[in-house]
């Protein structure tokens, strides 16, 4: 049971758009449709913001948007703002009723 | 507004073992799974295991020989048992509500602690 990989960071201006991705295999990530996403500022508990590959919690701005290809997951966060600027993981099932992380990803609004 | 609230010893000798309990509040324990995640310092999440409310347990098999976790219903507490600690094991310790049972209906985690710092040291 890997961590799924993510890329160790990704940037940009406030309004622009960010993909972050989350490759697995299909033992996990390919193989089922409960990806999940959580956001944590420094020094917090992460916050969920996307579950079930593409579904927002109640309160999650409408500006995270989740997705799914292949093995390869992906966390869209569109009009970029500077409270967004933390580190994402992402999570999936992964058989055997267990779960696997992602290895984090840094977002920085330039 | 579901609270969940990590508690236990901040330092933990090497090849001892790590205990921590999570109390939850504003909600019950019952029809939901409640699992232990970990993060060492600088790095990322790791998924340690999920009880039901009912008592049954799936652990990470990475860490399945060495890991125990129970409910109290009546405390409304889940508690966290780590054996044979290194300093590998130093990381802070979430307690979470959600994970991947037979009879869950989402696998996920909504409501996390603000999470336990324990240290392994000699």
């Known amino acids: 049971q890997s961590a799924l990989t993510q890329p160790r960071s990704v940037s940009g201006s406030p309004g622009q758009s960010v993909t972050i991705s989350c490759a697995g295999t299909?033992?996990?990530?390919?193989?089922?449709?409960?990806v999940s996403w959580y956001q944590q500022h420094p020094d917090k508990a992460p916050k969920l913001m996307i579950y079930?590959?593409?579904k927002r919690p109640s309160g999650v701005p409408d500006r995270f948007s989740g997705s799914k290809s292949g093995n390869t997951a992906s966390l869209t966060i569109s009009g970029l703002q500077a409270e967004d600027e933390a580190d994402y993981y992402c999570c999936s099932y992964a058989g055997s009723y267990t779960h696997v992380f992602g290895t984090g990803t840094k977002v920085t609004v330039l | 507004q579901v609270q969940l609230q990590e508690s236990g010893p901040g330092l933990v000798k090497t090849s001892e073992t790590l205990s921590l309990t999570c109390t939850v509040s504003?909600?019950?324990?019952?029809?939901?799974?409640w699992s232990w995640i970990r993060q060492p310092p600088g790095k990322g999440l790791e998924w340690i295991g999920y009880?039901?409310?009912?008592?049954?347990?799936n652990y990470n098999p990475s860490l399945k020989s060495r890991v125990t976790i129970s409910v109290d219903t009546s405390k409304n507490q889940i508690s966290l048992k780590l054996t044979s600690v290194t300093a590998a094991d130093t990381a802070v310790y979430y307690c979470a509500r959600g994970g991947a049972g037979v009879f869950a209906r989402r696998y996920d985690f909504d409501y996390w602690g603000q999470g336990a710092l324990v240290t392994v040291s000699s």
């Open positions: 009880i039901y409310y009912s008592g049954s347990t």
């Open positions: 504003g909600g019950s324990i019952s029809s939901y799974y």
């Open positions: 299909t033992s996990d990530v390919g193989g089922y449709n409960y």
């Open positions: 079930d590959v593409s």
